[in-house]
Every structure is written in structure tokens, then in C-alpha cells.
């Protein structure tokens, strides 16, 4: 940006406001010379002060360098401010206005003072006043007064749009080979030839961090601005902007750019286009400013896992021969970022010795709270406590349940120790689709499954994914895929037949986009390191194409008699009081394990309304009202087994 000073800071400070109050003494000579009808003579450029490089830095002419002067003059010198004022017949202090401005620039003042010139282009004077032009004030921004006394801060007008990003952390080899090429790219000294960085992928804060010790590097200071927080008015728009790009040049910074979501994408890059300082657009996907004739785009790869274990192991210290494995099993499952690791670990440990397993469950607890986010109203986070004993299936369904929990569990040393994932990273998604009666526990299977593998489990919302419009429907499901990513949650798409039928033959655009989301989910089910747990009520409504990308198919029956006694021996808790209940008689009706714990609930409030014990009364009242329900007759024969 501008040359760095030849002396050190105090004394170039010193030295610049003294040649600066030097510079306007020698203004009262050519105001005498105005009062006395002669021809001015204004003070010509002194030494190495903030005057001259604000003058060289912006591009001025000579005569924007005199009226600079003398704004600066009527705001720091009383003594020439009384005499502007006595000039203009005013009285007291003033300002300069244009007739004085004038009288001392008889070349050229006109120009400078237009509302096209350089310095009202950058809001350096404004020319103020309702009367006529010739007698409206020149009033000089209280930023460039400042700046030109070598005081530094942040424009006021910019406080809550931008912000100082300051030094950022240490960078790994790969970010800095990275930090290494955009150095190169922005170590020029010409304005106009700065590239306008492109800074794509989906690590968030490794961009931010790269930006920041390029920035470092270079002597940079590094601001960020909030493009959602931007005025919707234009003219107001423009005029951030205007302060921004003089703000990067004042104070020798750049500003980056964060697209927090698609729709500030738009905003971003028309934002980035009435710049012309050294910028950078931060995206998973940026776009393209138009204007900018120089541009870099720079693909931040997601970190491979040798760089997340040597992150986590940073992040550990001494704790990290402690948790031994466990560094790659946390590698595998979190994508956080390093402050987050960080995080972690503070919240896990807390100065006691602990042993491994304890120590590596506080911190896989706490990383995973650390990638837990927000996906709107897309999706739904249950808690689960559901254990395998709450679970009544046939032995053959349990077992692959607790294969499918393996592939999770050991997907660390599968992936990584064996070397699959050095072979093809294609394919290693674990997606499971569990097919059966409403009620027979497929819900209930996935939140077992989430309690085993100590993970966070997400129901997709499919009336807020599925989206009539083109393109929507692949936007919202990448958005549940990303913020699930860093956590690597369990996404259960429950009774998701409307989302995965079977592909339609395309006869026009709407089937044609319709097989579009289909295979991207396909797509992004495969690529997703957690698990996808798909559940439906009718099998066959689905693609068998579908179906062979599936890992897990597991089918989950009507339950029999026996299964139906286990269900009703466990649904009540154990706080429930019970009078005289003959599970085997309750078990003789023919229905689902969900219907049979509404059953129970029903009768524990009917129950609780008589202030007695759960009687088989009780069941007989809410089994009615459950069979009304399904619209499904409650015959004679069932009503007698249950007297």
C-alpha cells in the first residue's frame, strides 16, 4: 500500500504536525495578499509528512492539495480562522467557503470543488450551506483531519459493519503453501492491479485464518465486513462503500468479505465490484465480481485427516499420548476447526488425571456439542437415552443394527489404518434404509443407534425440504448435509417415501428436476462420513437403483405374540403403578409396538384421572380409542380377553 516511513513513528508524527502547522502559517501570507488585492502565493509541498502522502496515496493534483490545506487550516489554526472570517465579513471564526477558495486558487478551483472531483468522490470536503455555491462552507471530513494529525481509528460511520480481525492462529503446511501463493499474488504496489481473491470451500474459518496471516505478512490490517447488515438503499450502499475503500487505503488494510449463505452471494460480489482496494470474497462458492479486472481464485481443499490428527494433537498436548487411537477416531468423526478443537478440550479436561476411556469421552462429548448447529426448520434434534434393551426385534434385526453400529464405530480404522480410503474416497457413506409397518420401531431403532455411537440425531422435516420450486429442494438438502458434517450427526429421513420413489420417466422439465434431487441426495449420501438412516412404510415404493447404493436394508416385521409380550412387559416405566395386567391376554391384539405404547400412555392418564393403578379397564378404554384411531374394528373376541 504506501511506503513505509523513513523514521520512526514518534518522530515522523512529530515532524509531520510540525511541518503541517508550518505549512499553515504560510496560508496567512496569501490571506493577506487576498485582503490586499494581490496575487497570492500558497506554500508548496514540505517534507515527508501526512499532507503529501494522502496526496500522493489518492491521486491529487496540487490545487486538491491547497484546498486540503486550507480546510485543515480553518479547523486547527483559530487565529486563521478569525482571519477567513473577517475576509468573508462574517465575524468570529469560519470557515472557508468557495468565493475564498477561489480568490487563493484562481486555477483550477472549480474542478476541485465539484461534486465529481477526487476529493468529494472520497468524501474527503464537503461543500455545505443553502445559499448560493459561492458562499457555501468547505467542511473537511473530521476522519482526514485526523489522519492527517497521525490519528488512526476505525471511521465511526463503519462501527458495527466492520470489524479488525486482528492476528490470526498458527497455519499448517498445507494452509500455508496456500498463504504462500496469495502473498504473491497481492505483493504489488500498484492499487489498480490488486486481484480481487475468490477464496472458495467449505472450511470457514482456515480461509479466515489464511487471510489473516497473509495479511500479516504483508503489513496489512485485515477488516471484515457483515454484507447483510449493508443499507438496502443504493445511494446509501454506495457511499459504504466509498468510506470502506478509503478506510483500506488510510489505514493499509484489506477487507474480507464472508458470504454467510447463498443469498448474500449476490450482494457480496456487487459489493466487491465498487472497490478498488485489496479485497477477498469468502464462499463455499464465491461469484465473480464484473468490474474487477484482476481476479484469483483459490480452492481450499477440506483437511485431510493427517491434518486433523496433527490439529487435535496440537490441541491436547500432553494429553495426547493419553487418548492414544482415540485421536483418529475423534479425526474421523468431527470436521471442526482448530479453534474449536481447542474448545473441546478446555471444556474436557479439567487439571485431574483421568483415565483414557474417561478422557476420551469428555472430549468426544464435548466436540460434539462444539459441531452442533442449527438447521432451522429443516430438521429436528432428539435427545435420545434409547438402549438396546428397549428395543423388541428378532434376533436377525438386532444383529445387523450392531453390525451397522460397528461400520460407525470402526470407521476410523477402516477408512484410515487400513487404507480404504486412500484407494477411493467414493462410496465410504454409511447409509442404511430400515422398512416395515408404521409403529414396528424404526425411529426408535435410530435413536439406539445414536445413543451407542454418542451422537446427535437430526429428523429431516421433509414438508420443509421437498420444495416445488426447481433447485430448491437440492438446496435445503445440502444445507442439512453441511451443518450435520462438522458434528457428523445420524440424519434420519423418516417416512421419506415422497423424497426417495422411485424415478419417473422424464416427460417434461418438472420429472426431469425431480430425478435431479434424487440423484444428488444419492450423491451427497455417499460422500456423507455419518450416517443416513432412511425409513419407510413401503419398500417397494422405492428405486431399486436406490436401493443398491444402500450399505444397511434392514426390514423390520410386525411383531409377533412373543415380541408383542416383551413390548408390553417394558412399555411402562418403572414409576407406573399396575393392577392385575395379563401381558399374554394383552398381547393377543394384533398391533404395533407404537400403538401399544399409546395405548399404555393413554391408560396411565385415564388411570391418573381416577387416582388409581393402571387397570385392565384402563387398557380396554384407551385400546378403543387406538383402534378408532386406525380405523381398525375392535372385535367381540378382543374385547373378552380383555374383560
Known amino acids: 500500500m504506501t511506503a513505509p516511513f523513513t523514521l520512526d513513528r514518534d518522530t515522523h508524527v512529530s515532524r509531520s504536525r510540525a511541518d503541517l502547522a508550518e505549512l499553515i502559517t504560510a496560508l496567512h501570507s496569501a490571506l493577506d495578499a487576498v485582503a490586499s488585492g494581490k496575487q497570492p502565493v500558497l506554500p508548496g509541498p514540505g517534507e515527508d509528512n501526512m499532507l503529501e502522502r494522502l496526496v500522493a496515496l489518492f491521486g491529487l493534483s496540487e490545487v486538491d492539495r491547497q484546498i486540503l490545506l486550507l480546510a485543515v487550516g480553518a479547523e486547527l489554526d483559530p487565529t486563521l480562522a478569525e482571519r477567513i472570517g473577517t475576509l468573508q465579513g462574517s465575524g468570529g471564526t469560519a470557515r472557508a467557503d468557495v468565493t475564498t477558495a477561489l480568490a487563493l486558487l484562481p486555477d483550477g478551483g472549480w474542478e476541485a470543488l465539484c461534486s465529481g472531483s477526487l476529493l468529494r468522490r472520497w468524501r474527503f470536503i464537503d461543500v455545505v450551506g443553502r445559499g448560493p455555491f459561492l458562499r457555501r462552507e468547505i467542511v473537511l471530513d473530521e476522519r482526514i483531519m485526523q489522519h492527517l494529525m497521525a490519528i488512526n481509528y476505525l471511521d465511526s460511520r463503519l462501527e458495527g459493519l466492520v470489524s479488525?480481525?486482528?492476528?490470526?492462529?498458527?497455519?499448517?503446511?498445507?494452509?500455508?503453501?496456500?498463504?504462500?501463493?496469495?502473498?504473491a499474488a497481492w505483493n504489488t504496489p500498484n492499487l489498480?492491479?490488486?486481484?480481487?481473491?475468490?477464496?472458495?470451500?467449505?472450511?470457514?474459518?482456515?480461509?479466515?485464518?489464511?487471510?489473516?496471516?497473509?495479511?500479516?505478512?504483508?503489513?496489512?490490517?485485515?477488516?471484515?465486513?457483515?454484507?447483510?447488515?449493508?443499507?438496502?438503499?443504493w445511494a446509501e450502499r454506495y457511499a459504504v462503500s466509498i468510506l470502506c475503500d478509503r478506510e483500506l487505503l488510510l489505514s493499509d488494510a484489506a477487507l474480507l468479505i464472508e458470504v454467510i449463505d447463498e443469498t448474500s452471494a449476490q450482494a457480496a460480489a456487487s459489493f466487491a465490484d465498487s472497490l478498488y482496494g485489496p479485497v477477498a470474497l469468502l464462499a463455499e462458492d464465491p461469484e465473480s465480481p464484473t468490474n474487477r479486472q484482476h481476479r484469483l481464485r483459490i480452492d481450499l481443499a477440506p483437511p485431510d485427516m493427517n491434518e486433523k490428527k496433527a490439529s487435535w494433537t496440537e490441541s491436547l498436548q500432553e494429553h495426547a499420548d493419553t487418548l492414544g487411537d482415540g485421536i483418529e477416531q475423534l479425526s474421523e468423526q468431527f470436521s471442526l476447526d482448530h479453534a474449536s478443537m481447542d474448545t473441546a478440550v478446555k471444556i474436557a479436561v479439567d487439571g485431574t488425571v483421568m483415565h483414557p476411556d474417561k478422557l476420551f469421552d469428555r472430549v468426544w462429548s464435548a466436540a460434539r456439542d462444539q459441531g452442533r448447529r442449527r438447521l432451522g426448520g429443516l430438521a429436528e434434534r432428539i435427545e435420545s437415552t434409547a438402549k438396546w434393551e428397549n428395543l423388541v426385534l428378532p434376533a436377525d434385526q438386532i444383529r445387523?443394527?450392531?453390525?451397522?453400529?460397528?461400520?460407525?464405530?470402526?470407521?476410523?480404522?477402516?477408512?484410515?489404518?487400513?487404507?480404504?480410503e486412500q484407494k477411493s474416497s467414493r462410496g465410504l457413506g454409511a447409509a442404511a434404509l430400515f422398512s416395515g409397518p408404521s409403529g414396528t420401531?424404526?425411529?426408535?431403532?435410530?435413536?439406539?443407534?445414536?445413543?451407542?455411537?454418542?451422537?446427535?440425531?437430526?429428523?429431516?422435516?421433509?414438508?420443509?425440504?421437498?420444495?416445488k420450486y426447481i433447485g430448491e429442494t437440492e438446496k435445503n438438502l445440502s444445507r442439512i448435509f453441511k451443518a450435520a458434517e462438522d458434528g457428523g450427526a445420524v440424519l434420519l429421513f423418516d417416512e421419506a417415501d415422497a423424497l426417495f420413489g422411485k424415478r419417473s420417466e422424464v416427460k417434461d422439465s418438472h420429472d426431469r428436476y425431480a430425478n435431479v434431487e434424487v440423484s444428488y441426495l444419492l450423491q451427497r449420501m455417499e460422500t456423507y462420513r455419518g450416517l443416513t438412516i432412511l425409513t419407510t412404510n413401503q419398500k417397494s415404493a422405492l428405486d431399486q437403483a436406490f436401493l443398491r447404493r444402500l450399505r444397511f436394508a434392514i426390514a423390520f416385521p410386525f411383531p409377533d405374540s412373543t415380541s408383542r409380550i416383551a413390548i408390553w412387559s417394558q412399555?411402562?416405566?418403572?414409576?407406573?403403578?399396575?393392577?392385575?395386567?395379563?401381558?399374554?391376554?394383552?398381547?393377543?391384539?394384533?398391533?404395533?409396538?407404537?400403538?401399544?405404547?399409546?395405548?399404555?400412555?393413554?391408560?396411565?392418564?385415564?388411570?391418573?384421572?381416577?387416582?388409581?393403578?393402571?387397570?385392565?379397564?384402563?387398557?380396554?378404554?384407551?385400546?378403543?380409542?387406538?383402534?378408532?384411531?386406525?380405523?381398525?374394528?375392535?372385535?367381540?373376541?378382543?374385547?373378552?380377553?380383555?374383560?
Open 164 to 183: 479488525n480481525l486482528g492476528t490470526g492462529p498458527t497455519l499448517s503446511p498445507r494452509q500455508a503453501a496456500v498463504a504462500e501463493k496469495l502473498q
Open 192 to 233: 489498480r492491479e490488486w486481484p480481487v481473491i475468490l477464496f472458495a470451500g467449505q472450511d470457514a474459518l482456515s480461509k479466515r485464518a489464511i487471510m489473516q496471516h497473509v495479511c500479516h505478512q504483508l503489513g496489512l490490517r485485515l477488516y471484515r465486513i457483515d454484507v447483510t447488515s449493508l443499507p438496502d438503499n
Open 571 to 643: 412399555v411402562f416405566p418403572k414409576g407406573t403403578p399396575l393392577d392385575g395386567l395379563d401381558l399374554k391376554r394383552l398381547a393377543r391384539m394384533n398391533i404395533t409396538g407404537g400403538s401399544i405404547r399409546s395405548i399404555a400412555l393413554n391408560a396411565s392418564f385415564l388411570a391418573a384421572s381416577d387416582d388409581t393403578s393402571v387397570t385392565s379397564t384402563h387398557i380396554l378404554r384407551a385400546a378403543q380409542r387406538e383402534y378408532a384411531k386406525l380405523e381398525k374394528p375392535f372385535t367381540g373376541s378382543e374385547l373378552g380377553k380383555l374383560r
Open 400 to 420: 445387523q443394527l450392531k453390525e451397522l453400529t460397528a461400520h460407525i464405530g470402526q470407521a476410523w480404522k477402516v477408512y484410515q489404518s487400513w487404507g480404504w
Open 441 to 467: 420401531g424404526k425411529t426408535l431403532a435410530a435413536e439406539v443407534l445414536a445413543t451407542e455411537l454418542k451422537l446427535d440425531l437430526y429428523r429431516i422435516d421433509l414438508s420443509q425440504v421437498v420444495s
